[in-house]
């Protein structure tokens, strides 16, 4: 059976860590990885980031080929670099191990991930790849998924699950509203947009995993 571990590292010891600089924004959050070729390209969202800075300091990297803006928001934006990520021994692990990255985010001097293992064991071999690589993880949770494809949160990230449970309790959802998405936001630490974002992936990660059938398209 699959297991599911939430663990946290920090920024300085891994390569992308390394790359992504964390001090430009308020938060970096992992979109998805796309392999193309031998190169890896993540498309990340930075929060609050002065462009051109940090596309300057991604692109000092002997590793990255390329940085380029993909889309812009108020107040964050849709990044892609290409980048070699064999030089990555914490991506190279996950690779090895047959583990999914379903989730990946920074704020401060630390990353947050959210992995898959097809197995403990396999998990048992990641943290041990990671301690030969001298790589500090702390694992803060570890569980095993209700099914194949959803883990027991219908498929909503943790920052996700965090936002509509405070929003719930806190009424958003009521008539009258009992909050704001900036009040929310001030809670989380985060802008308005980005709240408002979190609550609709939320949302539709719940209704695809528990309300839809499989073959139907949200």
């Not at 796309?34 to 300091?57: C, H, K, M, R």
């Not at 219908?154 to 008539?175: C, S």
């Amino acid at each position: 059976m699959s297991v599911i571990a939430e663990i946290r590292i920090p920024s300085t010891d891994f390569e992308l860590g390394r790359i992504l600089p964390i001090e430009h924004s308020t938060a970096i959050e992992l979109e998805t990885l796309v392999p193309i070729g031998d190169a890896t390209v993540p498309l990340f969202w930075v929060y609050n980031s002065a462009q051109d800075s940090f596309l300057e300091t991604v692109q000092r990297y002997p590793s990255v080929s390329n940085a380029a803006v993909v889309d812009v928001f108020e107040d964050r934006t849709l990044f892609s670099i290409e980048w070699e990520a064999h030089h990555d021994l914490l991506i190279e692990g996950i690779s090895e191990t047959g583990g999914q990255i379903l989730h990946a985010a920074a704020t401060g001097t630390s990353w947050e991930f959210e992995l898959r293992f097809p197995s403990h064991d396999a998990l048992t071999e990641f943290n041990e790849h990671c301690e030969d690589a001298q790589i500090n993880l702390e694992v803060s949770r570890v569980y095993n998924p209700t099914s194949g494809d959803v883990g027991p949160w219908f498929g909503m990230t943790a920052p996700q699950r965090e936002a509509i449970t405070l929003a719930v309790k806190w009424g958003y959802y009521n008539i009258p509203r009992g909050c704001t998405t900036k009040e929310l936001a001030a809670e989380l630490g985060i802008s308005d947009q980005a709240v408002t974002e979190r609550l609709r992936r939320a949302i539709v990660s719940f209704v695809r995993n528990s309300t839809l059938a499989p073959d139907t398209e949200a």
